[in-house]
């Protein structure tokens, strides 16, 4: 077996992961090796169009160049631990990282489109009381290559690249706590040239609020922006978001007002509800004066209860006028519903039962 052998059973040979580069980063290292540099975008091309794992398939570079490539790089594919499939079709898999570290990914079947939720770090360090991967706290950022391999493995499984439609960073940790390898692989999934070709649109990034960072998101990437909000006023965000207590919501819907919108596109607000806490008429007229219907649409998710979890799913009827009131004030309001509820369906769950089990 040759060193770019990679491949489920053998995820993670040595050598750097070719994905760990920017096209740019390639680029100076073919010319570093006095080597053409337009043969970095063919091999952009093997690796994020074709799906191509091995150097020596990579028919257009001259042999001279697949030795070198094959001397210092490898493409790992992640390692698979567990998947679980949901009556619905929703698909949650467990990925090994090379360090023995887990994350999830989910795929979520929908009408007219697929979507990949994907993870940006192992735990997170917002501690946002009312998700399960912030209790579990903080391990580590992401590499680039390792949020790129999750889409390019789950491409790869699915046969067509064209399978999957759109991409959602909701899943582990903050992305916009991990920047600059964020902004790195969300270079290769947009680059419609020789990386992955998703259109912007259909890339949406979802964030706790880094107002800071938020800014620079609309300077550095087009892609569709959402905002975990949960809260209408500052007491009970600080209560179910710590990170409110740094950009309280008057500084964060400021920075969502002025993030750069295309023509017809609104920022994205999930709102989840949970009984008794954020869930009254009250808030909803509340959610409604802070927003504005021509860049806001809301989401509202129903808190999804998790053995040990502290909060509770509002009653039905709640949700309802919650949506209403959302509605009469022309809101684009939809109840996300939970996909995969037979599986470990909220976030660091399945993370959590595998490390359990392998604790035993
Ligand atoms: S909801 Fe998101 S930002 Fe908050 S703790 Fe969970 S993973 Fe982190």
């Given at each position: 077996m040759s060193r770019n052998d990679s491949t489920p059973d053998n995820p993670h040979p040595s050598g750097v992961d070719i994905k760990e580069l920017t096209l740019p980063a390639l680029t100076a290292w073919l010319e570093a090796g006095g080597i053409k540099p337009f043969h970095a975008s063919q091999i952009f091309k093997w690796i994020?169009?074709?799906?191509?794992?091995?150097?020596?398939?990579?028919?257009?570079?001259?042999k001279q160049l697949r030795i070198r490539l094959m001397d210092h790089f490898v493409v790992n594919r992640l390692q698979q631990v567990a998947v679980e499939k949901a009556a619905d079709g929703t698909r949650k898999y467990l990925f090994g990282l090379a360090d023995g570290n887990f994350i999830e990914s989910v795929l979520i079947p929908e009408k007219n489109h697929l979507t990949l939720c994907i993870s940006s770090?192992?735990?997170?360090?917002?501690?946002?009381?009312?998700?399960l991967t912030g209790t579990g706290g903080f391990i580590r950022n992401l590499s680039s290559g390792e949020i790129l391999a999750q889409v390019r493995d789950i491409r790869n499984e699915l046969?067509?690249?064209?399978?999957?439609?759109n991409l959602v960073?909701?899943?582990?940790?903050?992305p916009l706590a991990n920047y600059d390898n964020l902004i790195a692989a969300l270079a290769v999934i947009t680059d419609n040239r020789c990386g992955?070709?998703?259109?912007?649109?259909r890339v949406t990034l979802s964030t706790a609020g880094l107002v800071p960072k938020i800014i620079r998101l609309g300077r550095d990437a087009a892609v569709s922006l959402a905002v975990s909000l949960n809260a209408t006023n500052n007491q009970t965000r600080d209560q179910l978001m710590p990170i409110n207590r740094r950009y309280p919501i008057e500084t964060l819907i400021d920075a969502c007002r002025n993030y750069p919108l295309k023509k017809r596109r609104k920022i994205t607000f999930e709102y989840i509800l949970i009984k008794g806490i954020n869930d009254s008429p009250d808030d909803a007229e509340r959610l409604a004066r802070l927003l504005n219907p021509s860049w806001a649409k809301i989401n509202l998710i129903p808190f999804n209860e998790f053995p040990e979890s502290r909060f509770l799913r509002p009653a039905a009827a709640v949700i309802e006028r919650f949506m209403d009131i959302l509605h009469q004030r022309q809101y684009v309001t939809i109840i996300r519903a939970s996909k995969?509820?037979?599986?470990?369906?909220?976030?660091?769950q399945l993370r959590v039962r595998v490390a359990e089990s392998q604790d035993q």
């Amino acid at each position: 077996m040759s060193r770019n052998d990679s491949t489920p059973d053998n995820p993670h040979p040595s050598g750097v992961d070719i994905k760990e580069l920017t096209l740019p980063a390639l680029t100076a290292w073919l010319e570093a090796g006095g080597i053409k540099p337009f043969h970095a975008s063919q091999i952009f091309k093997w690796i994020y169009a074709r799906q191509v794992d091995d150097f020596n398939e990579m028919t257009d570079l001259g042999k001279q160049l697949r030795i070198r490539l094959m001397d210092h790089f490898v493409v790992n594919r992640l390692q698979q631990v567990a998947v679980e499939k949901a009556a619905d079709g929703t698909r949650k898999y467990l990925f090994g990282l090379a360090d023995g570290n887990f994350i999830e990914s989910v795929l979520i079947p929908e009408k007219n489109h697929l979507t990949l939720c994907i993870s940006s770090q192992v735990g997170c360090a917002q501690r946002c009381r009312f998700c399960l991967t912030g209790t579990g706290g903080f391990i580590r950022n992401l590499s680039s290559g390792e949020i790129l391999a999750q889409v390019r493995d789950i491409r790869n499984e699915l046969g067509d690249a064209d399978k999957l439609t759109n991409l959602v960073f909701m899943g582990m940790g903050e992305p916009l706590a991990n920047y600059d390898n964020l902004i790195a692989a969300l270079a290769v999934i947009t680059d419609n040239r020789c990386g992955m070709a998703f259109s912007a649109n259909r890339v949406t990034l979802s964030t706790a609020g880094l107002v800071p960072k938020i800014i620079r998101l609309g300077r550095d990437a087009a892609v569709s922006l959402a905002v975990s909000l949960n809260a209408t006023n500052n007491q009970t965000r600080d209560q179910l978001m710590p990170i409110n207590r740094r950009y309280p919501i008057e500084t964060l819907i400021d920075a969502c007002r002025n993030y750069p919108l295309k023509k017809r596109r609104k920022i994205t607000f999930e709102y989840i509800l949970i009984k008794g806490i954020n869930d009254s008429p009250d808030d909803a007229e509340r959610l409604a004066r802070l927003l504005n219907p021509s860049w806001a649409k809301i989401n509202l998710i129903p808190f999804n209860e998790f053995p040990e979890s502290r909060f509770l799913r509002p009653a039905a009827a709640v949700i309802e006028r919650f949506m209403d009131i959302l509605h009469q004030r022309q809101y684009v309001t939809i109840i996300r519903a939970s996909k995969g509820r037979d599986i470990s369906a909220a976030c660091g769950q399945l993370r959590v039962r595998v490390a359990e089990s392998q604790d035993q």
